[in-house]
């Protein structure tokens, strides 16, 4: 059992470029989310899936978009770098999103923008 | 405003030297406490859920326990592989939503 897969573990990117961060979870979790992790601050919500079809904002949404085309993927992407998005980004779900739930998260996956 | 702190930020004890984490919350409607525990390089992994006040739970040298306004990790007797910062996160109903709010987190080291 897999749990959430996350991919790249690194990349570096220049300011301007766009890239897509891979995440998929084979537990048929509803759930879906991307946090990102930065020094001296705790986990963020950038965007969030109920299931497949649906998607919202969370607390720093600006610069990256999000799909959720099936149940087990939910990629990020960033459409144009910026070195204030140099972070550590990890994906995370749970079975559902009512209640407490908890998170499964993935390996994450550093960037790094020039 | 802060919904979450953690404290201290950083720890270091001896091997076998047992303390506690804090970890105080300013939301209301809470659904439910969680702690993570979180290796370097690694996704944070899950630990505990409290749900009310009063509540503890154990797991090997971890004990958590909940109060109206704060929870604390206890480590008793605390080994090296120990080592690894602590997440606290709290999941509140607020504004008519589900909200879940992170800590930053407490790193702690445990020297042989």
């Known amino acids: 059992n897999a749990g959430v897969t996350q991919t790249p573990k690194f990349q570096v990117l220049k300011t301007g470029q766009s890239m897509t961060l891979q995440c998929a979870q084979d537990?048929?979790?509803?759930?879906m989310s991307w946090y990102r992790q930065d020094p001296g601050m705790g986990l963020r919500l950038i965007h969030y899936?109920?299931?497949?079809?649906?998607?919202d904002q969370g607390e720093v949404p600006n610069g990256y978009n999000v799909s959720r085309s099936t149940t087990e993927d939910f990629p990020l992407r960033l459409l144009s770098a910026a070195p204030s998005q140099t972070s550590v980004y990890f994906c995370?779900?749970?079975?559902?999103?009512?209640?407490?739930?908890?998170?499964?998260f993935g390996a994450g996956s550093r960037l790094t923008v020039l | 405003e802060d919904q979450v702190t953690q404290s201290p930020e950083a720890l270091r004890l001896q091997e076998g030297e047992s303390s506690s984490l804090n970890c105080s919350y300013t939301?209301?409607?809470?659904?439910?406490l969680f702690w993570y525990r979180q290796d370097p390089g690694k996704g944070p992994e899950f630990l505990f859920t409290?749900?009310?006040a009063g509540e503890e739970k154990e797991k090997e040298r971890l004990k958590a326990t909940l109060t109206k306004k704060e929870s604390f990790l206890h480590i008793t007797a605390p080994k090296p592989e120990d080592s690894a910062t602590y997440l606290c996160?709290?999941?509140?109903?607020?504004?008519?939503?589900?909200?879940?709010?992170f800590g930053k987190g407490t790193k702690l080291t445990v020297n042989p």
């Open positions: 995370a779900s749970s079975f559902d999103s009512s209640g407490a739930n908890v998170l499964t």
């Open positions: 537990m048929n979790h509803e759930y």
């Open positions: 899936s109920v299931g497949a079809g649906i998607t």
């Open positions: 939301v209301s409607g809470l659904r439910g």
């Open positions: 409290l749900y009310s």
């Open positions: 996160a709290v999941q509140a109903f607020q504004g008519g939503s589900e909200k879940l709010v």
